[in-house]
């Protein structure tokens, strides 16, 4: 990142710096200081601390994601975290966008597989420790790669997935395609967020359906 992007130093392991081509705004990266570290990797302990550390450091409530492979829409190779402000209903905009965790009000059905961990200790003094987060991670990552029919002897398939971490719950859900018939999405496109830049792309979603894509780019729940 240029220095003017930097914000600072996170742990000692990570770069924050802005996004200068931002979806919205602001939108952070969260950078690994070793910058050999490829996208194709999954997370390990030290990217759960520094997103961790981010996310009981600001006051409003924001989101974390990776994007792991190409198949699951990231869009550089060196390997990085995006970090977001959270979706929330404001009391004078009840029908407004919430991510469907959040959602408890009403049954919501999903087009795809994806695997689910609340944290039990929202409003409790101290919060889960980052290794155990990293914990959760790690066996949401197993079940993903179950699901994509990566054998657990198998060191050398890449686990394509998505994640997004909030400090209530985190989300991992495998992908099996970056794009279906020109419609692509990360992590918050998966989660109902799809970067839309232009008429041609907002006819591809509205044609085929924003169920069929993310279903395609997914593992579709009549298929696990």
């Known amino acids: ?5 930097v914000i600072g130093i996170i742990n000692n392991t990570h770069v924050l710096a802005l996004n200068i081509y931002p979806v919205f705004r602001p939108q952070y990266l969260l950078l690994n200081l070793d910058s050999y570290r490829s ?3 999954p997370l390990d302990l030290e990217d759960i601390e520094a997103s961790w550390s981010f996310l009981h450091s600001v006051q409003s409530p924001h989101y974390v994601m990776y994007n792991c492979t190409k198949e699951a829409g990231c869009s550089r190779n060196h390997k990085h975290l995006q970090i977001v402000k959270k979706p929330e209903v404001a009391v004078s905009d009840p029908t407004g966008f919430l991510f469907f965790p959040d959602v ?3 049954e919501i059905r999903v087009p795809y597989v994806y695997f689910l961990h609340h944290f039990d200790d929202i409003g409790q003094e101290h919060p ?7 914990m959760v991670y790690s066996e949401l990552l197993g079940k993903c790669r179950k699901a994509l029919h990566i054998a657990e002897t198998d060191t050398t398939s890449l686990c394509a997935h998505n994640m997004l971490l909030v400090k209530e719950w985190m989300i991992v859900i495998p992908r ?3 794009n279906f018939k020109g419609a692509s999405a990360n992590s918050a496109g998966m ?3 799809p970067t839309i830049s232009n008429d041609k792309l907002l006819k591809i979603w509205t044609d085929v359906g924003p169920t069929r894509v993310l279903k395609e780019l997914g593992v579709a729940t009549d298929s696990a």
Not at 1 to 5: A, G, I, L, R, V
Not at 128 to 134: A, I
């Open 191 to 193: 989660m109902g967020m």
């Open 128 to 134: 889960t420790e980052s290794d155990s987060v990293f």
């Open 104 to 106: 408890t009000d009403q």
């Open 39 to 41: 996208q194709n990797d």
């Open 1 to 5: 990142s240029h220095p003017d992007q």
């Open 176 to 178: 099996r395609s970056g």
